[in-house]
């Protein structure tokens, strides 16, 4: 298996663009996870989705993060309108529902907004 | 202006030589109890997990403690090694949620050959 498919590796974007990270998640895993990683927050979860549907959303920073999960295989999370403070490392992951243990992730978005 | 990044606490050991990495939690209410390992450049990686129900658990050169008294995780690695030189994560959370995480603020690990 690939393992947790993330794009962009990385994106160099302006304030007020729109950026969009894409997600495909290991095939058969049906929960998807999104955190940010950041050296003055470390990882923080921002949202999951159990079978493409979002479930806690409760750490998504503010409207101006959405993220989709259209279908089992693919899912983004977008900033608009970004803003310096967005610059993070954004880290897809994916596990079975109801089974613990390894969470997999992705390698990563590094997303810088200047 | 440009924030100032937390220093992440760090452990030096020479190769051959256990490591200790020590963690507090703050959730009394979680259940299970993961260590992360990240490369630089690339995403944590698991290494071993425990439940509550459990205080020790041994996996290959790896063993992890839980103190449910005083909240605190440990990870200990046996005879380590220049590849072993990371970041570790300890995470928490609830065991019937599996990946709803809360995760530490790592230490890096330096292991000199």
């Known amino acids: 298996d690939a393992g947790v498919i993330q794009s962009p590796r990385h994106e160099v974007t302006e304030m007020g663009q729109e950026v969009t990270l894409r997600c495909k998640p290991i095939s058969g895993h049906n929960s998807l996870f999104w955190y940010r990683q950041t050296m003055m927050r470390g990882l923080e979860l921002l949202i999951y989705?159990?079978?493409?549907?979002?479930?806690?959303d409760s750490g998504m920073p503010e409207d101006r993060f959405s993220a989709k999960m259209p279908n089992a295989s693919f899912s983004t999370l977008k900033i608009q309108p970004s803003e310096p403070r967005d610059s993070a490392v954004y880290f897809c992951?994916?596990?079975?529902?109801?089974?613990?243990?390894?969470?997999?992730f992705g390698e990563g978005s590094r997303l810088t907004v200047l | 202006g440009e924030s100032v990044g937390l220093h992440l606490p760090t452990l030096s050991v020479q190769e051959g030589d256990n490591s200790i990495i020590n963690c507090a939690y703050s959730n009394s209410a979680s259940d299970y109890f993961i260590w992360y390992k990240q490369e630089s450049g690339k995403g944590p990686q698991f290494i071993i997990d425990i439940r509550s129900n459990m205080d020790k658990r041994q996996g290959q050169r790896v063993t992890v403690l839980l103190n449910k008294t005083v909240k605190h995780l440990s990870l200990q690695i046996a005879a380590t090694q220049p590849g072993d030189s990371a970041v570790y994560f300890c995470a928490e959370g609830p065991y019937n949620q599996g990946g709803k995480l809360i995760f530490g603020q790592g230490t890096e690990l330096s292991v000199k050959p």
């Open positions: 989705f159990n079978n493409n549907v979002p479930i806690d």
């Open positions: 992951a994916s596990i079975s529902t109801g089974v613990t243990g390894e969470l997999f």
